[in-house]
């Protein structure tokens, strides 16, 4: 219960005190992203290292002008711009150019954070929703991969991602060790499963995050796939496996399905939106035309988050009717 301008707030408990900070929570997630932006870095080579420094500088710089133009105060202390600057640049292609990393910067910043009243007041993932449209944008620059420097012994060589090997069922699929440890074409900083577990495992350690939204949006995934996944010649374990390794998935069910702002804050709606997640990436990569899903699953489920934060709201003492608990 709180007064807020002369009016008696009733919320439903608990009614939880931390010391936890924004930028205390941005720079435990800068240090968990750290190990897969140094392993993208480590395995695409130097161009890897100058996408993420622009997409940050780039995030850092639109936040700074936007704020200064509308004569807000200055907010880039508060990290959460250079958070999303490498959360955009893990999830784009090490060879992308560089003047598309900056615009999909500010397009995060400007037109899906701050236009809407900065931090906390966006409805979608700032980071997915710029990848998204430089998708859409950028098709083909999007959708260029290159194998990494090292495990395949070839230097920046164009190549087909294992999900896009697995879908049309041409090209060639790496080990499940490879695909676990990184060495598979991709994304910056979505290749190495190890990398973003060790990121992972340090949240939950610090409590930044909560697992149910990654476990619920895992275990959907791969129940699907598991049974209804088009496996071709692998077995429904392997298939699985290789599905959970592959693409963004986990990179984005740690660190995109879990934001503050654009996710559930109650028990059964962080476990409703996860779920639902899971459902769409596994209907999108299996029946959609790209083999990939996870962006777009997010960001329709960011919409739907607000519903879901209403139908699973405990009711507050003394209040009558309402949602379930």
């Known amino acids: 219960m709180q007064v807020e301008n002369n009016r008696l707030t009733v919320s439903a408990a608990p009614h939880i005190h931390t010391n936890m900070t924004v930028s205390g929570i941005m720079r435990d997630v800068i240090i968990a992203l750290l190990p897969s932006a140094v392993f993208g870095c480590v395995i695409f080579g130097w161009r890897a290292a100058v996408v993420i420094i622009t997409c940050i500088a780039s995030c850092l710089l639109s936040e700074f002008i936007f704020n200064k133009v509308m004569k807000r105060k200055n907010t880039i202390g508060d990290l959460s711009a250079v958070v999303t600057g490498m959360l955009l640049a893990l999830n784009l292609p090490p060879q992308i150019p560089i003047?598309?990393?900056v615009i999909g910067s500010a397009f995060a910043i400007i037109v899906v954070k701050q236009i809407f009243g900065g931090l906390g007041k966006n409805f979608m993932?700032?980071?997915?929703?710029?990848?998204c449209f430089m998708l859409i944008a950028w098709t083909s620059a999007m959708t260029a991969f290159v194998n990494p420097l090292m495990g395949y012994g070839a230097d920046?060589?164009?190549?087909?991602?294992p999900l896009a090997a697995m879908k049309s069922g041409?090209?060639?699929?790496?080990?499940?060790?490879?695909a676990f440890l990184g060495f598979i074409p991709g994304t910056i900083g979505e290749t190495s499963v190890l990398m973003i577990l060790i990121g992972f495992v340090y949240l939950l350690i610090r409590r930044v995050i909560t697992p149910r939204i990654p476990l619920a949006f895992v275990a959907a995934f791969a129940v699907l796939t598991f049974?209804?996944?088009?496996?071709?010649?692998?077995?429904?374990?392997?298939?699985?496996?290789?599905?959970?390794?592959?693409?963004?998935l986990m990179l984005g069910a740690v660190f995109m399905a879990t934001d503050y702002t654009t996710t559930p804050t109650t028990p059964w709606g962080m476990v409703i939106?996860?779920?639902g997640c899971g459902v769409l990436t596994f209907v999108i990569r299996r029946f959609g035309g790209y083999p990939e899903g996870v962006s777009f699953s997010i960001i329709l489920m960011n919409v739907?988050?607000?519903?879901?934060?209403?139908?699973?709201?405990?009711?507050?003492?003394?209040?009558?009717g309402g949602a379930a608990q």
């Open 99 to 101: 003047y598309m990393a």
């Open 125 to 131: 993932n700032p980071a997915l929703a710029a990848r």
């Open 156 to 161: 920046a060589v164009s190549a087909a991602t």
């Open 170 to 178: 041409a090209g060639d699929i790496p080990s499940l060790k490879n």
């Open 227 to 248: 049974f209804f996944g088009n496996k071709g010649d692998m077995s429904a374990v392997d298939y699985t496996l290789m599905q959970l390794c592959t693409g963004g």
């Open 273 to 275: 939106f996860g779920i």
């Open 304 to 320: 739907a988050a607000p519903l879901i934060e209403k139908a699973t709201r405990p009711k507050s003492f003394g209040e009558k």
